[in-house]
């Protein structure tokens, strides 16, 4: 399996907007479901959204669930989290990883290094 790589972290201050960026090297992108995971520094990594293969299905956590907007492109193997309205409890490392189901955040791919976003208040 090949790790993932996400960008478009940053420092950001509360009440501003970020999207990250997943870029897979899978053959299956196309016909997998993905997700978005989080994790904060001393909390273990939790779920966050999840988008079908065709990208016409979403779930979202309750704590980005309003504020947040997963997509996708399969012509470029990308993934992608729109996040609004950010708070400081969003600041951990996110992390793209295929799912089982867009409905089942259970993981089932290779992580990458994931990437950095921090909500100044």
């Known amino acids: 399996q090949v790790q993932p790589v996400e960008s478009g972290g940053g420092v950001v201050q509360a009440g501003g907007s970020l999207t990250l960026s997943c870029l897979s090297s899978e053959r299956s992108f196309s016909t997998d479901d993905m997700g978005w995971f989080r994790q904060a520094p001393g909390k273990e990594r939790e779920f966050v959204a999840s988008i079908n293969w065709a990208g016409s299905a979403t779930y979202y956590e309750n704590p980005v669930k309003g504020r947040s907007t997963i997509s996708r492109d399969n012509a470029k193997k990308s993934l992608y989290l729109r996040m609004n309205n950010l708070k400081p409890e969003d600041t951990a490392v996110y992390y793209c990883?295929?799912?089982?189901?867009?409905?089942?955040?259970?993981?089932?791919?290779?992580w990458g290094q994931g990437t950095q976003v921090t909500v100044s208040s």
């Open positions: 990883n295929r799912v089982l189901l867009y409905n089942n955040a259970k993981p089932t791919g290779s």
